[in-house]
């Protein structure tokens, strides 16, 4: 069951805003997307949302935004200030660790202390079994997912933007905790977070035809619409090779949650970056109850 402090959104204004497998936390003017399954399994989990913060990413002196990464576009102090809110929402001591991504498909071990302490090493997923320890990665469009074996203790936390899913970045993500922690596939729940939908994620000539390459059923992921472009479902890409990489479909959970519809919720790189110059970074995270 969902901690006291969970409310789940009954509002019909506010509940399309979250689908039945996630609720909303709230603290404050503090808001996270938290997949309850994944929690049920034994793994604090959560997506962040723009809200409840000190930045000012629209650079109109409205500040109330929870950026939490992305030190070149925003005040250090800033950020660790909204990395403390955000951490707040999870019960107990926890330390956080992320990796400088590149949107390649690297997958990280986190086995120690000092692991989890180096965050400029570049990959775009993390791995782990360590108690007290949050993994997360950082997006702002991109998809992020988080992975849990309940059997194991192990965890995962990944980026695939296009150029991960195109990677197969959840695939590799999957194996190497079968690798490293003779986790199975069929025990692990995976939540699909708030991300560019294919309502709205347009791409050109160069992505589609990388995806082709890569898939022989590329195409059920396209929606054409115009020459040489299509919407692309990066969530259906992702879920899709969980299930083929051993996930059972009843425990990959998706978001319906898309952060180019919803900039008053979450920062959207494709829609705030060409109107505002920058903007700011969600946080995806997961670890062991």
Same mark, same amino acid.
């Given at each position: 069951?969902? =901690? =006291?402090?969970?409310? $789940?959104?009954?509002? =019909? ?5 979250? $689908? ?5 936390? %709230?603290?404050?003017?503090?808001? /996270?997307?938290? !997949?309850?399954?994944? %929690? ?24 109330? $935004? ?20 955000? @951490? ?13 991504q590149v949107h390649g498909d690297g997958v990280k071990l986190v086995d120690s202390p000092e692991a989890a302490a180096a965050t400029e090493e570049r990959f775009d997923?993390?791995?782990? $079994?360590?108690?007290? @320890? ?7 469009? !991109? ?31 999957? %194996? ?7 986790? #199975? ?10 991300? &560019?939908?294919?309502? #709205? ?7 589609? &035809? ?5 898939? &022989? ?20 890409? #992702?879920?899709?090779? /969980?299930?083929?990489?051993? @996930?059972? =479909?009843? #425990? ?5 949650? !898309? ?22 970074r969600l946080m995806s995270v997961i670890g062991r109850i």
């Open positions: 069951m969902p =901690p =006291p402090n969970a409310v $789940d959104l009954l509002d =019909p204004q506010r509940r399309i805003l979250t $689908d039945s497998d996630f609720y909303w936390r %709230e603290q404050g003017e503090l808001k /996270l997307l938290v !997949c309850r399954p994944l %929690e049920d399994a034994g793994f604090v989990n959560g997506f962040s949302t723009r809200l409840g913060g000190v930045s000012d990413m629209r650079g109109d002196g409205s500040s109330g $935004d929870l950026n939490l990464a992305g030190y070149d576009e925003d005040l250090t102090e800033n950020i660790e200030e909204n990395r403390r809110r955000f @951490l707040s929402l999870f019960a107990g001591e926890r330390q956080l660790t992320t990796a400088w997923s993390l791995i782990s $079994d360590m108690p007290g @320890l949050l993994l997360g990665v950082k997006t702002a469009d !991109c998809v992020p997912v988080l992975i849990g074996d309940p059997r194991t203790g192990s965890f995962a936390a990944v980026h695939a933007g296009w150029r991960g899913t195109v990677q197969s970045i959840v695939a590799k993500a999957v %194996e190497k905790m079968v690798e490293t922690f003779g986790a #199975n596939p069929a025990d692990m729940i995976a939540a699909i977070g708030p991300a &560019a939908c294919g309502r #709205n994620y347009e791409i050109g000539e160069d992505v589609i &035809a990388e995806f082709t390459e890569s898939f &022989a059923d590329a195409e059920k992921y396209f929606t054409s619409t115009r020459p040489g472009h299509a919407l692309i479902d990066l969530h259906a890409a #992702n879920r899709d090779q /969980l299930i083929a990489v051993g @996930l059972a =479909p009843e #425990n990959t959970f998706a978001s319906s949650l !898309c952060t180019m519809e919803q900039t008053d919720i979450f920062f959207s790189y494709r829609v705030e970056k060409k109107k505002y110059g920058r903007t700011g």
